[in-house]
Nanobody, 124 residues
């Protein structure tokens, strides 16, 4: 059973940074592509970033490119999302997701396992 647990969210002011973490268990972490998604109230779940199994390839949504960085530590079974220069429009629940694949997917329906989410709130 794949389990994903996010942490690191919080309430910050615009311009601040947060580092989100997602700890994985129950599977061979290095076999899985990992993604970060976010969902604001009343909106659909949107792609934020994804990373290949070995960490060498990343994909970002245009709205976060240059501000957010996804990384992973396969020895620690953890994927990270470093969020910088946060804006009020970044406010959402952030979810990590996993799929056993060699392809870096960007759509929520392409991922099989999800965490419970961590709230990020950015005040202006």
């Amino acid at each position: 059973q794949v389990q994903l647990v996010e942490s690191g969210g919080g309430l910050v002011q615009a311009g601040a940074s947060l580092r989100l973490s997602c700890a994985a268990s129950g599977h061979t972490f290095s076999n899985y592509v990992m993604g970060w998604f976010r969902q604001a109230p009343g909106k659909e779940r949107d792609f934020v970033a994804a990373i290949s199994r070995d960490g060498d390839s990343q994909n970002y949504a245009g709205s976060v490119k240059g501000r957010f960085t996804i990384s992973r530590d396969n020895a620690k079974n953890t994927v990270y999302l470093q969020t910088n220069i946060l804006k009020p429009e970044d406010t959402a629940v952030y979810y990590c997701a996993a799929r056993r694949s060699a392809v870096v997917f960007t759509r929520p329906r392409e991922y099989d396992y999800w965490g419970q989410g961590t709230q990020v709130t950015v005040s202006s």
